[in-house]
């Protein structure tokens, strides 16, 4: 067993994710996904994607959204990713993720989408651009997943519903057209699964708020993090307790549980009879050790424009020989004519 609960015997089993680009990366991309990927590396066959069709189902500058992309390579680089173990790659570089969408979104219910939280969310958000391709997201999210045939998904908790999702369309392909898809599970960390505003502690920390302060980006300096951790919203209580409905200083002490490795015991104890004052300056200053060395190797990765294409080739390659495998399987079984 490893530190993480996973059994070595499943050695060969196989995972993938995906960051959508649609924004600059997030301490919540470290700590809901990044992080285990990280470790899961080293034990199972892994695939990690840039997930640039996703990013169109909100308004993009063509320009912007190259770059992000890049960005984001760089980032899976800084945080651990290692080339030389895992497969990284641009979704838009392999048209299978787009077909198989079209053949899934034949058997998927109008209904079925219109339950999507996010879909809900996302579109009170932009009521001026509900187009049919947030609508169908989750569909061509489980392709994502099913092309490659991975037993699981390290995701964060927001991800949870698009995963069930993923597990009824394969389990209802299967059923109709005799067994094709791997089933697969979602792995989801108990701490840092979903990272809060720091500005509103009651929703998901995210790339794309407009208040700047809400969200620690993984280029912050050290001081903008501890500056934006000091301004974190709390209570009135003044006590450093772990508990769920104190919805500000559970999110802090989550992030300082990550970055410092401590209990939320040992944490209770060492501020004991401090004030809210003591505790942010702590936390802020561990988040900012944490986040540092993302941040340099980054800087370090995105000026290496040559190494990411070559690492992009490869997962090119690898990442297509492998959804053609399953794309084929499934246009046959469908039905479709092939010469
Ligand atoms: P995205 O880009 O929104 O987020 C990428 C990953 O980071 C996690 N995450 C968080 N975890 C904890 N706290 C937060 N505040 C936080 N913010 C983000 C997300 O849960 C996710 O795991 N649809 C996906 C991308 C995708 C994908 C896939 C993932 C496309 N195809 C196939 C897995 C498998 C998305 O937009 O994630």
């Known amino acids: 067993m490893t530190e993480n609960g996973f059994n070595m015997n499943e050695m ?146 927001d991800q949870k519903q698009h995963l069930e999702l993923t597990r009824t369309l394969a389990q209802r392909y299967n059923h109709n057209y005799s067994d094709t898809f791997t089933i697969p599970e979602p792995f989801i960390p108990k701490i840092g699964g979903r990272i809060m505003s720091l500005q509103e502690p009651t929703s998901k920390m995210s790339k794309s708020d407009v208040n700047q302060n809400a969200t620690i980006y993984l280029n912050d300096s050290n001081e903008m993090i501890i500056k934006k951790i000091k301004r974190a919203v709390t209570d009135s209580d003044a006590l450093v307790k772990y508990d769920k409905n104190k919805h500000g200083i559970a999110n802090l002490m989550e992030l300082y549980s990550i970055a410092s490795g401590k209990s939320y015991n040992d944490i209770e104890s060492e501020f004991r009879g401090a004030g809210y004052g003591d505790f942010k300056q702590a936390v802020g200053e561990s988040v900012a050790e944490f986040v540092a060395p993302i941040r340099d190797n980054f800087m370090k990765y995105r000026s290496d424009k040559k190494l990411l294409n070559e690492i992009l080739e490869l997962g090119r390659e690898k990442a297509g020989r492998e959804a053609q495998k399953t794309l084929r399987k499934v246009y046959k079984k469908v039905g479709f004519y092939q010469l």
């Open 12 to 157: 060969k089993k196989r995972i993938l994710s995906g960051v959508t680009p649609s924004g600059f990366l997030t301490i919540g991309h470290i700590t809901g996904a990044l992080k285990n990927w990280v470790e899961m590396q080293n034990e199972f066959d892994s695939f990690f994607m840039v997930a640039d069709l996703h990013a169109i189902t909100t308004r993009q500058v063509a320009a912007d959204l190259r770059q992000r992309s890049l960005d984001t390579v760089a980032f899976f680089l800084s945080a651990g990713i290692d080339p030389e173990k895992s497969t990284i790659f641009m979704q838009s570089h392999i048209p299978a993720h787009a077909e198989l969408a079209w053949v899934l979104s034949c058997s998927t219910g109008m209904g079925e989408c219109q339950r999507m939280t996010q879909f809900k969310d996302k579109s009170a958000k932009n009521v001026d651009n509900v187009n049919v391709g947030l609508f169908s997201y989750p569909v061509l999210m489980a392709c994502d997943i099913l092309l490659y045939q991975a037993n699981y998904v390290p995701v964060g908790e």
